[in-house]
């Protein structure tokens, strides 16, 4: 598993989301202004995490994005599954058995971190980053969260 930006923006988007969203719809207008990420990204993201339930869409006047579901709900992991594809190790065609079978114990330990980075991550919810923020003196609802913070929450 890989910790891109697209996964990044994502975690910092939606943890806005669930901040803000609770007095309305948010825009994705506002959500580029306050995180500092292109309108056009953050409309690639969302339609991804659209397509996984994670957000819903609201037309029209006040209209915006909520959460899909509870914040509760949604894992760190389930956001980066939704907008990243995940990174798969390809074997290359070995020069002789010690240099396969090495690249075969190389490949099971980056599996096995992915895995241990993946289950790590599914047990992280946005609402326990709410919580860790708000512990931690980092959210500011006026000014919006700051994407270094996320991460340092996480």
């Not at 309108?39 to 397509?51: K, N, V």
């Not at 895995?115 to 790590?120: M, R, T």
């Not at 709410?130 to 919006?144: A, T």
């Amino acid at each position: 598993m890989r910790l891109s930006t697209k996964g990044r923006y994502a975690v910092t988007a939606m943890l806005y989301l669930a901040l803000e969203g609770e007095s309305g719809a948010v825009t994705l207008a506002d959500v580029s202004d306050k995180q500092d990420i292109s309108l056009s990204y953050l409309e690639q993201l969302f339609a991804a995490l659209r397509a996984k339930s994670l957000v819903r869409g609201v037309r029209g006047p006040g209209g915006g994005y909520y959460l899909g579901r509870d914040a509760s709900e949604i894992s760190i992991s389930n956001i980066i599954c939704a907008v990243d594809e995940w990174v798969e190790f390809t074997r290359c065609g070995g020069r002789g058995e010690s240099v396969e079978v090495h690249r075969s114990l190389t490949h099971a330990l980056w599996d096995d971190l992915s895995k241990d980075i993946f289950d790590f991550l599914g047990e992280i919810t946005l609402a326990d980053l709410v919580k860790r923020g708000q512990l931690r003196g980092q959210v500011d609802h006026s000014f919006g969260l700051q994407h270094h913070h996320v991460m340092a929450a996480a």
